[in-house]
T-cell receptor, first 114, second 111 residues
Framework: EAGVAQSPRYKIIEKRQSVAFWCNPI?????LYWYQQILGQGPKLLIQ????????DSQLPKDRFSAERLKGVDSTLKIQPAKLEDSAVYLC????????????FGPGTRLTVT | DAKTTQPTSMDCAEGRAANLPCNHS???????VYWYRQIHSQGPQYIIH???NNETNEMASLIITEDRKSSTLILPHATLRDTAVYYC????????????FGKGTHLIIQP
């Protein structure tokens, strides 16, 4: 079974530039999550989708971050404009449903903002 | 979700059992204890979860105290590949929320 795919794996941009990350969840998984992991900390949930609808985006900085999952499958997370403090690993995870026991994580995208 | 407290780091010799403690003194009756681990440069990986009975799978055992205020994850025969950050998370099973991670325990397996 293929795992959660993410691209790119690494990205370096200057502050005030924009960047987008892509995630393809495990086939058949209805729930998709984006987490932000700052160095030395545990992952923090940014947004949760159920199919193509947003379930929870309470911790998403909406003035600069946006995310979509148009067809209920893959998803993109965008930052515009980026700030230095956005430097982090962005992890995508998926699960069969919202109440599933296990979330499956991708390898993450490491973003460096200079 | 209730908060958890874990040691920042631990060492364990290869081949020995690694015992990782977690305190969750404010856990509610319908909250489960979940364990995930994160190997360097990878995403977190689910290990095991339980409510009040001890649980075992192919990766680890989970021992939860009778009052459910603390638990221990046991890796029976640690290998170098078990070096990782281990996260203890309290969550309602069937809960529809994302996971709330703390800083976890950095377990280092020594050769």
């Amino acid at each position: 079974e293929a795992g959660v795919a993410q691209s790119p794996r690494y990205k370096i941009i200057e502050k005030r530039q924009s960047v987008a990350f892509w995630c393809n969840p495990i086939s058949g998984h209805a729930t998709l999550y984006w987490y932000q992991q700052i160095l030395g900390q545990g992952p923090k949930l940014l947004i949760q989708f159920q199919n193509n609808g947003v379930v929870d985006d309470s911790q998403l900085p909406k003035d600069r971050f946006s995310a979509e999952r148009l067809k209920g499958v893959d998803s993109t997370l965008k930052i515009q404009p980026a700030k230095l403090e956005d430097s982090a690993v962005y992890l995508c995870a998926s699960s069969l449903g919202r109440t599933s026991e296990e979330q499956y994580f991708g390898p993450g995208t490491r973003l460096t903002v200079t | 979700d209730a908060k958890t407290t874990q040691p920042t780091s631990m060492d364990c010799a290869e081949g020995r059992a690694a015992n990782l403690p977690c305190n969750h003194s404010t856990i509610s009756g319908n909250e489960y204890v979940y364990w995930y681990r994160q190997i360097h440069s990878q995403g977190p990986q689910y290990i095991i979860h339980g409510l009040k009975n001890n649980e075992t799978n192919e990766m680890a055992s989970l021992i939860i105290t009778e009052d459910r205020k603390s638990s221990t994850l046991i890796l029976p025969h640690a290998t170098l590949r078990d070096t990782a950050v281990y996260y203890c998370i309290v969550r309602v099973e069937g809960g529809a929320d994302g996971l709330t991670f703390g800083k976890g325990t950095h377990l280092i397996i020594q050769p």
